[in-house]
Nanobody
Framework: QVQLVESGGGLVQAGGSLRLSCVTSGRTASGYRSGWFRQAPGTVREFLAAISRSGTVTTYADSVQGRFTISRDNAKNTIYLQMNSLKPEDTAVYYC??????????????????WGQGTQVTVSS
């Protein structure tokens, strides 16, 4: 079993920045890969970014490419999402996730086995 706990969400003005953190714990805390998703009310959970266990391979959704950066510190069992140039449409609950194997796509929800509880990000105009 793996547990994930996100933090760092909050209220920010458009153009501002936030850094989300996700601390993982459990038997396979580092996992095979990790990712960040978000979900706004009335929408499906949307892929944002993924990172390999080593941190050397990253993948981004077009909607956040160039504004968001995913990283990890395996010594701290923590995954980060640095979010810059935030827009009101970035408002959502943000979730981190971990996959324990290579099964599935890193850009789909089905490619992950464990999820955090989410942290709210609200961007005001």
């Amino acid at each position: 079993q793996v547990q994930l706990v996100e933090s760092g969400g909050g209220l920010v003005q458009a153009g501002g920045s936030l850094r989300l953190s996700c601390v993982t714990s459990g038997r396979t805390a580092s996992g095979y890969r990790s990712g960040w998703f978000r979900q706004a009310p009335g929408t499906v959970r949307e892929f944002l970014a993924a990172i390999s266990r080593s941190g050397t391979v990253t993948t981004y959704a077009d909607s956040v490419q160039g504004r968001f950066t995913i990283s990890r510190d395996n010594a701290k069992n923590t995954i980060y999402l640095q979010m810059n140039s935030l827009k009101p449409e970035d408002t959502a609950v943000y979730y981190c996730a971990t996959a324990v194997s290579a099964v599935g796509s890193p850009t789909s929800r089905e490619g992950y086995d464990y999820w955090g509880q989410g942290t709210q990000v609200t961007v005001s105009s």
